[in-house]
């Protein structure tokens, strides 16, 4: 069997949803019996005084959620992001503080990071949205045409799964590793979170639009919201807490295999991006998914990455390279090894949310007329 | 008409130890009635005698649909910048909350009035005292009030505003050498005061005195949420642009535009009938009021003076300021005074076109252009512009 209709899905996930990492290579299967859904949910961990991060404890798989953030003031509190299980997170947050959300930062215009808007507004009446200004024109033309997309693909989507899963074959029809067992299970979990929230929720635009940043004044604390650059979308703002040193990037940063649109991405922007946001110096950054990291050590790496595949696009285009010639000309297997490591599923996302559309990415800026 | 404009003359010097009475831009000195840039900037032309109002009296005026200005009356002393209600489905949004703490209560009466959308935005100007000192009533009255103000304007205004509400308790301070004129009969350096000039002294006590509970009520509250260059707030169904676009009034100008009722809502920049040049960059300022004539306008809100309908005035000031800078260019060389450029410059064209011949209007314009303005201009022509402050006198 050809993996080709998932790897579409995959596609549309990537696109409304991101994700980590596809089915990977087959590989003997070590054991046979099928195990539980992971378990789908976040933890929250307190970064400094008043600062918390809601870290998604998910595998690495097709579906995600994002992480949160959320800054507890003197007043009031100011949320990053609002993820599909943003009712789960209104608990968490209630079980730190009674203060109301006076705002929310939406860090870009994919659902995962703003569906839950609703959900906010229901639970604290006052909050009002922050976002970059495109959201006013993507969330209802090109966002309402992705969410219904994942409506309709998703369930299938699940239920495919599944039936490999039943089968003991993974998404290529080889036997499913250990490995991709446990990150399909949590793709089907999400992906019954997902049409448990998402069908019939309201797209709540934002009540502020920025196109460069804004700053919150909570007492001595310092909230800022930035657009460094593009990177992941033209809409991503970072929120940047100068006192604490934190840094939430949105998914400028997604650990461990950064998360590339062909169509939404600009890869030829995105170094520049990070060298903006390294150039705070945060001492702790939040990535859109993924861990929290104390050093800048990724978030390099993922620059660099960004670097070399638009100096060697650069070197293509100059040829004269079509994009295919290009796509083979491109040589990343230093960096696979560097994000992906052994790990076959890291291996396989590498190549479906880096290699492949961040090449066409830089393609299309490379040989674009400005 | 002789309206001594204590307030902005307070809001000049701050809460700093005021000016000794020699200074002529003292608020307290006879000069300072004569050379006060408040006096009659914020007027409008000189009243009829048969109008009369009270201080602190504002009139109300409707720009657009729902969009209100509550302007100081031409008659009062005490000034107070516009403020100005704009309204949309889901919220409201107020820009500027004036000087007054119980003029804002009225004001907020009255804007309950006219909407039952509470207020959710209070975007501030620029950081002249006269424009946000009433911060805490709005909050109190509308509880989860974010205040909004440029980067530059902010911490100016905790600076500023944040001692301008001890103000009050120094008010006897400042009045008892007018006072000891008005019991000696004579001015400090001897000279007998004539009749006109005990009344303007005896006017001017009883507007300091009449803002006493005023002073009384002020508590200060800074900007919740600062910006650059722009953003953009969603009242429900209707957007109100924030934004700055260079250096004018002050670095850090603020204006609103609102897109569906094509009105621009200006602060300082713009001041009626006397441009206000105090700590204002000359060479920036007409560029930035080309750029607010390219919007789209159905009305123009001044900082002070009444709701225009055209471009006319906003051109004739960018006029102004560009031909007051040019003629002191032209007459200044090296090592040369502001003073020194003054006696030979050449700016009774655009008196005339301003003040046309009217003796008060005249005065607010030597003091806030000829004066404040030709240093400014002399100051960026050497070189030197002075950072904008309140502290000491420049």
Request: aromatic fraction near 8%; charge should be negative.
């Amino acid at each position: 069997m050809k993996p080709k209709p998932l790897l579409r899905i995959c596609t549309v996930l990537a696109l409304t949803l991101g994700a980590w990492a596809c089915g990977g290579a087959a590989e003997a299967a070590a054991t046979p019996v099928p195990q539980p859904a992971a378990a789908v949910g976040f933890t929250v961990d307190k970064l400094a005084d008043g600062v918390y991060a809601a870290i998604r404890t998910d595998p690495p798989g097709l579906m995600v959620d994002a992480n949160s953030l959320f800054i507890v003031n003197d007043n009031d509190v100011v949320v990053v992001d609002a993820p599909e299980a943003s009712a789960e997170m209104v608990q968490a947050l209630r079980k730190i503080t009674s203060k109301p959300v006076g705002f929310l930062v939406n860090t870009h215009w994919h659902d995962d990071h703003v569906i839950g808007n609703a959900i906010w507004r229901k639970a604290y009446p006052g909050v009002r949205f922050i976002g970059h200004a495109s959201l006013r024109e993507y969330l209802p033309q090109a966002g309402a045409s992705n969410r219904r997309n994942m409506i309709e693909g998703a369930p299938q989507f699940a239920s495919q799964m599944q039936a490999q899963m039943d089968k003991g074959k993974n998404l290529r029809d080889e036997p499913i590793s250990d490995e991709e067992r446990v990150s399909y299970a949590s793709d089907i979990g999400l992906v019954k979170h997902y049409m448990a929230v998402v069908p019939g929720t309201e797209t709540v635009l934002p009540d502020i639009d920025v196109d460069q940043g804004l700053t919150l004044i909570r007492g001595s604390r310092r909230i800022e919201i930035r657009h460094l650059g593009n990177g992941h979308t033209k809409a991503d703002l970072i929120v940047w807490l100068p006192n604490e040193r934190i840094a939430a990037t949105g998914d400028l940063v997604v650990r461990p295999i950064p998360l590339v649109g062909s169509d939404q991405s600009h890869v030829r922007d995105w170094p520049g991006t990070l060298d903006a946001l390294l150039a705070l110096s945060p001492a702790i950054f939040v990535p859109g998914h993924g861990p929290v990291m104390h050093d800048a050590d990724y978030v390099k790496q993922e620059r660099d990455l960004f670097a070399s595949i638009n100096k060697q696009v650069d070197s293509a285009v100059a040829q004269g390279d079509t994009l295919e010639a290009t796509r083979k000309a491109v040589d990343l297997s230093a960096f696979r090894q560097q994000f992906a490591g052994a790990s076959k599923v890291r291996q396989f996302a590498f190549g479906m949310y880096v290699t492949g559309p961040a090449v066409e990415s830089a393609y299309r800026d490379a040989t674009s007329t400005p | 008409m002789r309206v001594l404009a204590l307030a902005l003359a307070v809001a000049l010097f701050g809460a700093a130890a005021p000016p000794a009475l020699s200074d002529p831009r003292s608020p307290f000195s006879d000069d300072a009635i004569r050379n006060s840039a408040g006096i009659a900037a914020f007027t409008e032309v000189p009243p009829p005698a048969a109008r009369v109002h009270t201080q602190f009296h504002y009139d109300t005026v409707h720009v657009a649909e729902g969009i209100t200005t509550f302007i100081e009356s031409p008659t009062i002393a005490m000034v107070q910048g516009n403020i100005t209600l704009i309204v949309g489905d889901k919220a409201a949004l107020v820009i500027d909350s004036g000087h007054y703490p119980a003029v804002a209560l009225r004001v907020i009466a009255d804007m309950r009035k006219l909407s039952d959308k509470p207020v959710r935005y209070l975007a501030i100007t620029h950081w002249h005292m006269d424009h946000y000192m009433a911060n805490s009533q709005f909050a109190d009255e509308f509880p989860g009030l974010t205040i909004v103000a440029q980067n530059f304007t902010a911490p100016m205004m905790d600076k500023y505003g944040g001692r301008y509400v001890n103000y009050g308790a120094k008010i006897e301070d400042n009045l008892k050498p007018l006072r000891e004129m008005l019991a000696s009969g004579k001015a400090p350096d001897g000279t007998p005061i004539a009749p006109d000039r005990r009344a303007r002294i005896e006017k001017a006590i009883a507007e300091v005195e009449a803002a006493r509970p005023e002073f009384a009520l002020m508590r200060y509250r800074g900007a919740d949420l600062t910006f650059e260059n722009e953003i953009d707030v969603d009242l429900g169904n209707r957007m109100v642009r924030l934004m700055h676009l260079g250096r004018g009034n002050t670095a850090g100008d603020l204006f609103a535009y609102v897109p569906d009722a094509k009105v621009l809502i200006t602060g300082d920049i713009l001041v009626h009938p006397i441009p206000f040049s105090f700590g204002s960059y000359l060479t920036e300022w007409p560029v930035v009021l080309k750029k607010l004539g390219d919007f789209d306008t159905a009305a123009i809100v001044p900082g002070h003076g009444p709701v225009m309908r055209d471009k006319v005035y906003l051109n004739d000031v960018r006029e102004l300021i560009e031909a007051v800078f040019a003629e002191a260019r032209r007459v200044w060389k090296p090592g040369m005074s502001a003073d020194d450029v003054r006696k030979v410059m050449d700016l009774s064209a655009q008196r005339d076109k301003f003040c046309h011949g009217d003796k008060t209007l005249e005065k607010s314009f030597n003091a806030s252009i000829e004066t404040a303005g030709v240093d400014r201009a002399v100051q960026e022509l050497e070189g030197k512009l002075k950072p904008e402050s309140f502290d000491e006198e420049e």
